[in-house]
Structures are given as structure tokens and as C-alpha cells.
């Protein structure tokens, strides 16, 4: 399924940098005239913040494609990190909903999601998806993408653990744990239990990444 409409691809894409763009720049401060750098520290918000940047870059390209070629086509982009991204997205959502939530909620289940929170971590990710289903040629990925793939979290893995044995000013007064997250805080649940959840998010990454894969082949043989 792809719809050769570019048109409707860049009012798509317009929208999701718009949306994406506006909750980045709320959730730093910068509309109260701050920069919270610790922000960075989180991978919601460095997976979110590469959506945006990829959405801006596809919007930049339908733009161009549709000057050169016309309106009726599709626009296609830097297709094996599309699929990174996108499985980066969809760890956040998943992550997000089937750890974090239940997790917070035991803490205190009278608490309510935040707008922002509803973009980051669901409304982002299903645009990324949809995008990529409903604009994107298929058949480009290879049987390797969904292993390649994890190299990113694994970096973000290794830069969490570096700092956690930094002094971080930003991280300290923004109350935020130095392994940023419960489950992989080794202090708190000790190293086996970080290892285990680790070896499981892998999986649960890798098989997310063939289901695509899967897909991607099962549209192209239509």
C-alpha cells in the first residue's frame, strides 16, 4: 500500500513536524525563555526528537519532488534510517505503555497523563509509523535492518551508563535518577535484573523490527 499523492504526504508530514516541533519546544522550556538540557538525557525525547528532524526532512523533500516531478507520486527517503527510527519510536511506545505506565500507576494511581506525554509517546510514534505504511514504497528493507537497528539503543545504553558516573549539574537539579530510567538502574534493581530487562527489550526490538521487515516484503509482493 503506498499512496502516490504528495500532496496529501506533505500535509501529513507538515502536521507531524508541527505537532512534534511544538511539544520539543514546550517540554524544553524554551517558551518560558529555559533550556532543559537534561532532557536530552532521555531516549523518549532523543527518539522523538529524531521523528521530528525526519519529518522536517521528508517535508523538505516532498516539497522538492513535487517541484521537479509533480504532485502524483511517491516521495521516498533514506529508507534503512527510516526503519531505525521508526523501531526506535515504537521501543518508546511500547516501553512507555507496557512498563512505565503500570509502573508509575503503582506509585500513584491517581496521577493523569499529560498532553505532552500523549504526543511523545503515542501520537508521534503512531504518525511515524502510518507514515512510513501509508507514503512509503516498500520492499527497500533487508533481512540485516531489524540486527542493524539496534545499534542505536545499544549507544544510548552505553552514553546512559557513561554519565551515570558523572557529576551532571542538569540531571541533579531536575531530580533525575542517573540511570534516568527504574528498569535499568542498577542501584536500584541490581545488575542481573538490568541485564534480563535489557535481553528482553532486545528481543522485543528485534521481533518488532522483522514484523516490519515482514510486512515491508509482504507489500511489496502484491
Not at 11 to 27: H, N
Not at 29 to 44: H, I, M, Q, S, V
Not at 111 to 138: A, C, G, M, N, R
Request: glycine share 6%.
Amino acid at each position: 500500500m503506498c499512496i502516490k499523492n504528495r500532496g496529501v504526504a506533505l500535509a501529513y508530514r507538515l502536521l507531524a513536524f508541527m505537532l512534534g516541533s511544538i511539544a520539543l519546544i514546550y517540554d524544553f522550556g524554551l517558551f518560558n525563555g529555559e533550556f532543559k538540557r537534561a532532557n536530552l538525557l532521555y531516549f523518549t525525547i532523543i527518539s522523538n526528537l529524531l521523528c521530528i528532524i525526519f519529518f522536517g526532512l521528508l517535508v523538505i523533500k516532498t516539497v522538492s519532488d513535487i517541484k521537479k516531478e509533480g504532485i502524483y507520486g511517491s516521495t521516498t527517503f533514506l529508507t534503512h534510517i527510516r526503519g531505525g527510527i521508526l523501531i526506535s519510536i515504537l521501543l518508546t511506545m511500547s516501553v512507555y505503555h507496557f512498563i512505565l505506565i503500570p509502573y508509575a500507576l503503582k506509585i500513584n494511581p491517581y496521577q493523569s497523563l499529560k498532553i505532552v506525554d500523549i504526543i511523545f509517546h503515542y501520537i508521534i510514534p503512531v504518525f511515524t509509523l502510518f507514515d512510513w505504511i501509508l507514503f512509503d514504497e516498500k520492499g527497500k528493507f533487508k533481512w540485516y535492518d531489524p540486527l542493524y537497528w539496534t545499534i542505536g539503543p545499544y549507544v544510548y545504553l552505553g552514553f546512559i551508563f557513561a554519565q551515570s558516573g558523572v557529576e551532571n549539574i542538569d540531571r541533579i537539579n531536575a531530580h533525575i535518577s542517573k540511570y534516568v530510567y527504574a528498569f535499568i538502574d542498577v542501584e536500584l534493581i541490581g545488575f542481573y535484573q538490568v541485564f534480563m530487562n535489557i535481553i528482553s527489550l532486545t528481543v522485543v526490538f528485534i521481533i518488532i523490527g522483522y514484523f516490519i521487515y515482514w510486512f515491508d516484503r509482504i507489500k511489496i509482493s502484491e
